[in-house]
């Protein structure tokens, strides 16, 4: 293979320290690109036609090879994340929980939204039997703060692999060596279980992503990742000569309203459950709580600032983001509201946690700032003296992941109205919950209203997440010996078929 | 309502003669467009808030209205498409067909996709509940070639009203009185229903076209025409400072197969098929079969060319289509093909079906120019003369609607592989059967890789089409007096509830 000297290899870096660990890993030269996704596409061709079932146990031969693997690929993402071990080895289940759930989907087969409608002679109507069949191979970028479960084995993957696509993932600069340790294990656990190993490539660096978007052989492509980086690569994906869906997750604020009941019956709670939540995983989440409405109510704002000034958070994943972080909290609007609390931090890129305070009115005038993700350990508080001011701040608030609310029985003439308001704006309402930890089950819907997806109808957790690789045919008239097993009239798999 | 003065009124043309009928209608300014996208957005709240099965009946009550009013729509639709009075009536049924089938696919509540994960203790995974919700406005496209079953009152809308979604039509050029009065008969069945009038708006003119796809309260587009238009628009549509989808079905060429032994047995009936289906509606038609691949036998060639020669086509629906397709029987390559046959044709803006006829290398050296649709009563036929080849042909054609196989007992060794070639390129397969005619069933894929549509993902027409408009939310931990009331415990409306 080539090697374009234009590209820098990516270096690992341990963010406790911000020196390097580890060879670094070469990044993907254009005509590598190439041959990598051909390789992925004629693996795809076999893949796609694979049974369903020999699907699941492959999935699952990925997840018990992970599992095994575990330790190892905890310490290498510790070097490179500056994770906790704890956190990294049960985000490994996670992830093995990931695959075998869609091991379980497509066994199931109840995804693949079988229809038959039978020829009907009286309203002269073919028989008509309609299945989803895979899309093709699928690009996936990785994202930056889940270095398994949203990453080369994640649930982009999993669910792609499960729909009978292949995979050519580009790997996040901040984890390349766990990214590569990963590909390693699952390519061999496919070839032991007689899977094509080309089903699973990973590529390196920016312009190799770029191209990945860009290749005639990609028919869809998932992202968990930034705005700005998102909506570069989503404009390259639809400015195709023949465009392709782009599922990207990118910005997020996840508003948290705590209702006066609440606030006044559960204070401590509040304050401690909104800090640790604030503060997870260096407040590295997707569903980060960026902004909480809370009651005027100085012992609340007094717990809140007590619990958020008690937090040590660890070092940012990356030198990149620790450097983004830091611009977005000097933002001259930001920084112009007082500070509630911060906390203290550890490691070279480590920041405190930060929580400031505004008024509904401030909050109202400043909203398309104040509503900017903030990528790590910042918070809004905002204060009501009034509930019923909320609900005409709430509808114009931007679209996100998740919205939280916090009430009691003596809230309850007011939560209807605030969670219908909400239910308009984002993908997930939680009922006295923390939108941090997105449970891995098949109803789980992870996505929004824009920013916080570019396809608000798509999810990319939960069971219903391998509907992006997905696209349904029609067979009309079709005889039974060439159709697919699901659409026969003796469903052998036994399917659920809708018969109308 | 102010009037633009450089915005020239809209006139209707008999295609027939040429000449006008009907007074001008109006195009819709700029201002009167955000008017109006206002009232539905504000109706649209109302709509998607009323009960699944009072939607029912009030999409009942449209079909209802437009049946009784069909014989004044028709005649008004003659005068401005030149289509036959039989062929228009029985579009007006197939629209309040459509109408109904969507009044049953709400009623049955399965398109929801309910998932429920109650709480489990021992995963420690919370209660998490998921349903698909109304997107919000929908912009809708009339398409020229179908004045009632893809317009006002088409598929589109009708499947977006049956989410729950207020809809804005642009009207198409072709039809502005029959758009207007449509419309009408629709709103006045709603007024009539005791439903929101606001939730069924029609514009007018291109510029109002371009501003409805650019206006912030509109959550995602429909849209049925030509690739050129279509690509502009979803290019409108992805290029938002928050990006809507835009569900486009553009350009289709519809590969045909004859295999040796049916075109052996069925000589006769396979080129009256083919003559029908190329002529149907002048060759208007979406799924017109414009390439169609057969043996080199000279008797089934003369068969073929005698049934294109007996057929006479009225005329094309407008100027602009005529013209249009003048241009694209005149293109350098197409023309230097040999003309297999020609019919007559009867009207002003009419054209005589043409067939010219290619070997399969000459087709594949070709391929880009020849597989543009060419939209009207123009149909390539190539020629091969071992079926073998014609495998890597079929694997290089661009995504379409429709592909159909014509196959006896004889071919059946060779159908696999050519079915298998034609799936991964097509969104409905038909088997001895002609592509034109959509059924409409709950099982029906009108939808294609592209240029066949701009999301493969998506269907048109079918049970499925509604699944344009939704989007899905979950709660977590979510109390039963809040949650929608196909996530309740006792399930009052019955709908299918998947318990994982």
Known sequence: MTQDTQLEPLFSFDPHTGRR???????????????TVERAALADATWAQTPRRQRASCLEAIAAALDAAAPGLVDTAMAESGLPSARLTGEVSRT????????????????????????????????????????GPVGVFSASNFPFAFSVAGGDTASALAAG???????????????????????????DAGAPTDILQVVYGKSAGSELVRHPAIRAVGFTGSLAGGRALFDIAS??????????????????????????????????????????????????????????????????????????VGPLLTERIHDGFQAAVTDEVWASLPLLASGTSDGAWSVPAQIRRASLDQFHSARDILTEERFGPAGLVVTYSDASQLLPVLTQLPGSLTASVHAEDGDAELAAPIAEALSAKVGRLIWN??????????AMHHGGPWPASTAASHTSVGATAIARWLRPIAYQDWPQ?????????????????LRR
Chains 1, 2 share one sequence.
């Open 239 to 312: 400015g195709r000569p023949d465009p392709i869906p782009f599922f990207g997750e990118l910005g997020s604020i996840n508003p948290v309203v705590v209702l006066p009941s609440a606030a006044q019956l559960r204070r401590t709670e509040l304050a401690d459950g909104y800090a640790a939540s604030l503060t997870l995983g260096s407040g590295q989440f997707c569903t980060n709580p960026g902004v909480i409405f809370v009651p005027d109510d100085a012992a609340l704002l007094t717990a809140i600032a007590d619990a958020v000034g008690a937090t040590t």
């Open 165 to 191: 696509s292949a995979v050519v993932v580009k790997a996040h600069e901040g984890h390349p060596r766990t990214s590569a340790q990963v590909a390693a294990v699952v390519r061999q656990a496919l070839h």
């Open 481 to 497: 010996s060439l159709l697919p097993e699901e659409l026969l009239d003796d469903n052998p798999t036994g399917v659920l078929q």
């Open 96 to 135: 093995t929980g990931q695959l075998r759930m869609f091991a379980d989907v497509i066994r199931d087969g109840g995804y693949l939204g079988a229809i038959i409608c039978p020829h009907d002679a009286a309203r002269n109507q073919p028989d008509v039997r309609r299945v989803l069949r895979p899309i």
């Open 21 to 35: 660990v580890y060879d670094p890993v070469a990044q993907t030269t254009s005509a590598e690109l190439a041959a």
């Open 433 to 442: 919950g923390w939108p941090t930890g997105v449970a891995v089950s098949w």
